[in-house]
């Protein structure tokens, strides 16, 4: 049977986006630095119709991807799009050059670019929209009441949240419906530990960026590596594995610009850790 993100089982975001648990982030189909076109347009686009006909229905992208390229080049390889594709994007941060990523969570900024990614992405209402940062320089307040008033509109169907802490998560909560978080977590790096738990405990979708550290996880030492022999795994699939089995509300979204990577990943959907092994890894 092919593998497919089925093996990963499902998720409810919202309490009516049901989506297989190992979706995709579409950063890596940009040029390098996240910046300009990939080098290999059409092969970005294979990449893309791959990841779908592999079952991932849960996209992850930002206007700030780019800027503005991973959207594009989703509508181009994707739309019109299937049955069931969620597509998952953000605002809130500017790219005015290469390395620089600016916050900007002004309400005039916001409904710009979400009507920006609503003209890219051909649609006609975002699944879920997410807050890309909280922005010090504005209120919490104004920045979601901004996509409270686009969700109102009918431009977005549902609010998440990127970037927070649990403080940050329990005040936007207070002021509209949010249904997910995604932060930095990986193996490597557990800053981000008590939202995670905070979204588990209030059943909120959590993406974890970053999910396999850029390719720094530990290759093939120690007791991972072990491990990972075990199940006849690279050291980066079990990573995988134990995110999906860390809680039920992980929605891992691991990127990259390769069909045989993209391949590598999706593997790992079917990998089941016993407790030992999972409790073991994540000490």
Not at 230 to 242: R, V
């Amino acid at each position: 049977m092919t593998q497919t993100a089925a093996s990963a089982g499902s998720i409810t975001i919202g309490g009516d986006l049901t989506v297989n648990r190992l979706g995709f982030g579409a950063m890596r189909v940009t040029g390098p630095g996240i910046w300009g076109y990939p080098a290999d347009r059409r092969a970005a686009v294979a990449l893309l119709r791959r990841v779908v006909e592999r079952g991932v229905d849960f996209i992850d992208t930002a206007d700030s991807y780019g800027p503005h390229v991973s959207e594009e080049l989703i509508a181009e390889a994707l739309h019109p799009y299937p049955r069931g594709l969620v597509i998952a994007t953000k605002g809130g941060l500017l790219r005015p050059a290469a390395p620089r990523w600016d916050a900007d969570c002004r309400p005039a900024h916001l409904r710009a670019a979400c009507e920006g990614s609503l003209r890219r992405l051909k649609l006609e209402r975002i699944d879920l929209y997410q807050l890309h940062t909280v922005d010090p320089r504005v209120p919490l307040a104004e920045s979601l009441g901004a996509l409270l008033d686009l969700q109102r509109e009918g431009k977005i169907r549902h609010i998440g949240l990127s970037n927070v802490t649990v403080e940050q998560l329990r005040e936007a909560r207070k002021l509209a419906p949010i249904v997910s978080v995604q932060n930095r977590y990986n193996l490597e790096d557990r800053a981000h530990e008590a939202v995670l738990d905070a979204c588990t405990g209030e059943k909120l979708a959590f993406l974890p960026w970053y999910p396999l550290a850029a390719g720094s996880l530990p290759r093939a030492s120690g007791r991972l590596g072990e491990i990972a022999r075990k199940h006849g795994a690279s050291t980066a699939q079990i990573a995988l594995a134990w995110l999906l089995q860390r809680s039920p509300m992980m929605l891992p979204i691991p990127g990259t610009s390769s069909i045989a990577h993209f391949e590598e990943n999706l593997a790992a959907a079917a990998i089941r850790l016993s407790e030992a092994e999972r409790v073991e890894i994540g000490r």
